[in-house]
């Protein structure tokens, strides 16, 4: 892979649609000062279809999930692990530490640890203990050729859940938020690009029910934050991860910290 001077981020999530969903104006802020962004997804979005056969859906959304990276100029690749059954064992360990390694972040985003599905609390688990595992030389993961060993520890963040509340409805305040009003449209672009999920939901709800959604959660953080639409990060601060606050420092004024 071309290695670029900037930091390197991965953004980390279950299914296709979740990382532009939750984190899109972000991701375009940090390649805007010169990250190298990447997205990688658990599963194909195997199970996000009423229409379509499985096989069918997760060739659909992995051709959608590359589009919409591509509008980072952006990697992207999926673990290969099925919809409703992302769990955290050893094989599935494996799995994602081999997709960390080729792409070998400096800060990785998943899911809230407490989200409304157990597919997004696993992720956050898995890619947690992942991050821990990528630059131990001998955990090995058994591919052949493996990737290699990364370099560092990357630094970890986890995105607000989905509508910023636990799975008992309580919300999750974010450690800080991020001011997306000048990449609003770039995130709506981004989230079009997920045109099956989007159709599926019209026709249940016979409105644009994908892209509402996203602009009222949006709204929901701006206004408590002072900003028009934002977006919330927390930074995992257990021992062994790195403490530098790089997302906070690269986006600068962009980022508020809750008070
Ligand atoms: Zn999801």
Redesign the pocket.
């Known amino acids: 892979m071309e290695r670029t001077l900037g930091p390197r981020l991965l953004s980390i999530?279950?299914?296709p649609d979740?990382s532009e969903m939750l984190v899109g104006g972000t991701l375009f802020h940090l390649k805007a000062v010169g990250w190298t962004v990447g997205i990688a997804t658990m599963t194909a979005g195997d199970c996000g279809s009423s229409l379509h056969s499985r096989a069918e859906i997760s060739r659909i959304r992995l051709a959608e999930a590359e589009a919409a990276a591509a509008l980072l100029d952006g990697w992207y690749s999926c673990v290969g692990l099925n919809d409703v059954e992302v769990f955290t064992n050893a094989e599935n360990l494996r799995r994602v530490v081999e997709v960390m390694r080729t792409f070998d972040p400096d800060v990785v985003i998943t899911h809230s640890p407490a989200d409304y599905?157990v597919?997004?609390e696993e992720t956050s688990r898995l890619v947690r203990a992942a991050s821990f595992a990528l630059a131990i030389p001998l955990y090995q993961t058994h591919q052949r050729p493996p990737a290699p060993t990364s370099r560092a520890t990357p630094a970890l963040y986890y995105a607000d859940p989905v509508e910023g509340v636990d799975p008992m409805g309580r919300r999750i305040h974010p450690q800080f938020y991020v001011n997306i009003e000048s990449q609003i449209e770039n995130k709506r672009r981004m989230l079009s690009c997920h045109e099956s999920q989007r159709d599926w939901l019209r026709r249940h709800h016979g409105m644009d029910e994908y892209l509402d959604r996203m602009m009222a959660w949006a709204q929901k953080f701006g206004q408590e934050s002072g900003f028009l639409y934002a977006e919330g990060l927390r930074q995992h601060l257990g021992h062994g991860y790195p403490h530098e606050p790089l997302v906070q420092t690269a986006l600068g004024p962009l980022a508020s910290h809750r008070v």
Request: hydrophobic content about 45%.
């Open positions: 999530m279950a299914h979740d599905m597919d997004h």
